[in-house]
């Protein structure tokens, strides 16, 4: 079992940067592929991005590539999610996912473990 959590939501003008933080705890020995993925009041839960477990293979959704970037520093057990030059439409709950594969995945459907959510307001 793994228990993530997620930090550094919060509210930001359009334009500007957020940084968030997912923590991973419990059954950590394992390689896992992580994603980020959010929903807006109204929509589906969307992908946004996975890394995979040595964080060499990224994929990006188009919505957010070139401004956002993923990375993990597995010694802290941790995978961030660095957000620039944010939009309205970025304005979701966000999701960190961990699957029990080295690679990451742009379908919720192969996650096996979620955390909670934070959530990220973008304002005009």
């Known amino acids: 079992q793994v228990q993530l959590a997620e930090s550094g939501g919060g509210l930001v003008q359009a334009g500007g940067s957020l940084r968030l933080s997912c923590a991973a705890s419990g059954d950590t020995s394992s390689n896992y592929g992580m994603g980020w993925f959010r929903q807006a009041p109204g929509k589906e839960r969307e992908f946004v991005v996975s890394?995979?477990?040595?964080?060499?293979?990224?994929n990006y959704a188009d919505s957010v590539k070139g401004r956002f970037t993923i990375s993990r520093d597995n010694a802290k057990n941790t995978v961030y999610l660095q957000m620039n030059r944010l939009k309205l439409e970025d304005t979701a709950v966000y999701y960190c996912a961990a699957r029990t594969s080295a690679y990451g995945a742009s379908f919720s459907s192969n996650y096996d473990y979620w955390g909670q959510g934070t959530q990220v307001t973008v304002s005009s």
């Open positions: 890394i995979s477990w040595n964080g060499g293979i990224k």
